[in-house]
């Protein structure tokens, strides 16, 4: 089976630019998770969805960050205008709905100059 | 947020040594979860705990969930340099599907 898909696995971009992240979980979990990832702050959930629908998006950062999960097959999670500060590593996870296990994508390293 | 600790913060060993470290927090955990994460890539869940007091192995890996579910520890029996990676505990309360991710421990095995 395959694993979570993340996409870019890599993103340089310029400050100001708009970043968009992609994700396809696996296929028949209901939860998805975006997570960033610093030396400084660890790991860091900032949004998480059950069904298509956004539970807690109390971690997201400010509104220059967005998420969205269209169908139970694709998220995506937005910066604009995107800051240095943004620089990290950005994984989604999926689990199935009350299920303890997250499975991680392999994350997209991000470089805001 | 909720916080977990882990230590150590990280470890250097020689090949063959035991490695124990755990996770605390100040809140009760119904699940404790235990992930490792190479250079390069995203954690992957090595334990899952669901019962205070559960011990379960995987391998040359053991890991308990406290009695007081405030806290888990992780040990790997006869290190190889394979074992080489940071190591996350995770804990959920409740029902939801929400984890707190402890802050990690990097470990080092020497050959």
């Known amino acids: 089976d395959a694993g979570v898909i993340q996409s870019p696995r890599h993103e340089v971009t310029e400050m100001g630019q708009e970043v968009t992240l992609r994700c396809k979980p696996i296929?028949?979990?209901?939860?998805l998770f975006w997570y960033r990832q610093t030396m400084m702050r660890g790991l860091e959930l900032l949004i998480y969805?059950?069904?298509?629908?956004?539970?807690?998006d109390s971690g997201m950062p400010e509104d220059r960050f967005s998420a969205k999960m269209p169908n139970a097959s694709f998220s995506t999670l937005k910066i604009q205008p995107s800051e240095p500060r943004d620089s990290a590593v950005y994984f989604c996870?999926?689990?199935?709905?009350?299920?303890?296990?997250?499975?991680f994508g392999p994350g997209t390293r991000l470089l805001v100059l | 947020g909720q916080q977990l600790n882990q230590s150590p913060q990280s470890m250097f060993i020689q090949e063959g040594e035991d490695v124990s470290m755990n996770c605390t927090s100040s809140s009760i955990f119904n699940t404790w979860l235990w992930y490792k994460q190479d250079p390069g890539e995203g954690p992957v869940l090595l334990i899952a705990?669901?019962?205070?007091?559960e011990l379960t192995s995987n391998g040359r890996l053991t890991a308990q969930f406290g009695i007081t579910r405030k806290d888990s520890f992780l040990n790997i029996s006869a290190s190889i340099p394979s074992d080489v990676g940071i190591y996350f505990c995770a804990g959920q309360r409740g029902t939801g599907n929400q984890f707190y991710f402890g802050t990690g421990t990097s470990l080092t095995v020497i050959p």
């Open positions: 996870a999926s689990s199935r709905t009350g299920g303890a296990t997250q499975y």
């Open positions: 969805f059950n069904n298509n629908v956004p539970i807690d």
């Open positions: 296929s028949g979990h209901n939860s």
């Open positions: 705990l669901y019962k205070a007091g």
